[in-house]
């Protein structure tokens, strides 16, 4: 079995997810498909170090420090800064005997969001049952997020629920 992440190693991923999480702010309600690029250099030269390897492919990064399941439902976020925010918060909420972090801990934190939200915002509404200012009030929060119609025009969008906020059987 592998060595529990030690409480530097979590310092370290947690100070490069708020490095990465300050350029991407801008993002926080639109749809902007995750990628390994979105990784970085910072996160690659700690994935080799805990590895003991020179190397790591970019496929490999993440699961040095996340397990498969738990990079899967990572790789499921609709742009970097909710990918940042959730790989942040699973770091900081995971128990400290671990190896990895666990698919559970990444629901988990999503769950808590969700329910934080619920209060605020009433999930249980559709997006097209949502008055502008009620749409806009989760756009605003990340609730709901814009993408472009589809249709190669820029003056069209639509909103979708982002998937922080779905159920955690949706992952």
Known sequence: MKQALSAEIRSQLVRIAEGRLAHARNT??????VNYTVL???????????????SVSDPEILPTFFTEDAVAVLMTMPNQYWFWTIFQESVT????EVARVRVEMVRHVMVHRQRSASIQFG????PE???VPEACARVAEG?????PAGNGRYDQYVTVLNPVYCSPDAH
């Open 143 to 147: 609730i709901l997020l814009v993408r």
């Open 28 to 33: 926080k309600d639109w749809v902007e498909p």
């Open 123 to 126: 999930l249980h509404k559709k």
């Open 40 to 54: 970085g250099v910072e996160l690659y030269r700690l994935a080799c170090e805990v590895s003991g390897v020179e």
């Open 93 to 96: 909420s995971e128990s400290d």
């Open 129 to 131: 049952e949502l008055t």
